[in-house]
Structure formats: C-alpha cells, structure tokens
C-alpha cells in the first residue's frame, strides 16, 4: 500500500539548531513530493515541493529539501531555526495514480 | 489572490445530528478536495472533484457522508447522522488540475465536535 512515513512525531530544538525532518514513502513510481507547515492556528502552507530536475529543492524561509531516489526519502533540512518555526511539518507524496498520501506529521518545538 | 474559503470555522454538534461545511476553492481551480484529519495525524482524502465530477470518492464513507459540487465551484460536504467519531478537522483544498506540477492549496478547515 502506498504509504508515508514521518520518524519523528515531536521535534524539540533551541534557536539555532540545524533541523533535519525525516520522511520516507513507500515504492510507487513516479512522484511529487512535497512539505506543507501548519503553524499553530493557522492552515497548511507549501514550503517546498519537487516534481523533477535537481533534488536538492529550496523552499521559503530559509527551507530546504533532498529527494534521494534510490532510499526513497525526501527530508526537511534548515541550518539554522527561530522559535518562529514552531510549528507541525507534513510530508505529503502524490503517487502517479494521483494519491496523495500524508504522513502523521512532525510537531517541531523551538525554544527562544 | 483569495485562498481557499470554508465555512464555518468550528462546528459543536450531538451525535445524530446533521451537518454541513461549505469551500469556495481558489477562483480557476478546477480539482477540488475534502480530507479529514484526525489529531496527530496527516489529512486523508475523502474525496476528490474535477470540476463536478467526483473522480475519486472511494474512502468517503457513503452510509452517512455526501458531497456535492454542483456547478463546478464550490462545494458542500455532509455527514447525516454524525458519530461520536466523526470530530475532526475537514479540510478542504484545491489545485489548477491533475498532471506534472499541480500543487494542492488548503483552506483553514472546519473543526467539528460531535458530543
């Protein structure tokens, strides 16, 4: 079954940190890969996403993104978080029957 | 632009009772989407409109959900009767159309609680 899944369920970091979110999907073909934020309060927002080309794929805020093909991963990376990043992060993967799959999600934690 | 609309924002019902969520898509989106999403987890699709045809309703539970999208616009999403389980957030969102590069917008979703 077409699946995504999310390693980590709370993320907890102080300014600063290097962030890396994990997500894997399960095998499918071809794929769109994406990352939405859910800032609390708020709805969910596209950081980033890769269709084709380079898969080193940068976002907003500061936001970046590898697709590795062959480990069938597409991890979230910032060098550096604000307590502003706080918020809940989703791996989302549309397979090419046009499932869209989610994963449970990423609460991320910024302390000041 | 506008974003994608839902009315209302939250929702307080009794079990068996009926209810309704309304989403008004980003204006030129032709695919339109309702998820659920339960808490601590990621959307899941209930269904999935293009243009006014459902061409993916296979998880929404027809005994007691039903969705319209009459004139290819808006739409409407209802459970009758709702269940305990049926609290959750219902997600809308909408994108220009299926094929390589289309990318999903979400509304801000209807979060309802069944007593």
């Known amino acids: 079954a077409q699946s995504v899944s999310q390693h980590n369920h709370h993320v907890i970091l102080s300014e600063a940190a290097s962030l890396e979110l994990g997500c894997n999907y399960s095998?499918?073909?071809?794929?769109?890969l994406f990352w939405y934020v859910q800032y609390p309060g708020q709805h969910l927002q596209l950081l980033l996403k890769?269709?084709?080309?380079?898969?080193l794929v940068k976002g907003i805020k500061g936001f970046e993104a590898e697709f590795i093909k062959s480990k069938f991963s597409f991890n979230l990376r910032k060098p550096s978080v604000q307590w502003s990043d706080t918020a809940e992060y989703f791996c989302a993967v549309r397979y090419n029957n046009n499932d869209m799959r989610f994963g449970a999600g990423t609460r991320l934690t910024v302390k000041p | 632009e506008a974003g994608v609309v839902q009315s209302p924002r939250y929702k307080i019902i009794e079990k068996k009772q009926p209810v309704a969520f309304w989403c008004n898509p980003i204006?030129?989106?032709?695919?339109l989407y309702w998820y659920l999403q339960n808490l601590g987890q990621g959307p899941e699709l209930l269904i999935r409109?293009?243009?006014?045809?459902?061409?993916?309703d296979s998880q929404l539970p027809k005994d007691r959900f039903s969705a319209e999208r009459l004139k290819g616009v808006d739409s409407t999403l209802k459970i009758q009767p709702a269940e305990l389980g049926d609290s959750a957030v219902y997600l809308c969102?909408?994108?220009?159309?299926?094929?390589?590069?289309?990318?999903?917008?979400f509304g801000p979703g209807t979060r309802l609680t069944v007593l």
């Open positions: 890769y269709f084709s080309g380079d898969p």
């Open positions: 409109y293009e243009n006014e045809e459902a061409v993916d």
């Open positions: 095998y499918g073909g071809t794929v769109n």
């Open positions: 969102a909408s994108s220009l159309g299926q094929g390589a590069g289309d990318t999903q917008y």
């Open positions: 204006s030129g989106h032709n695919t």
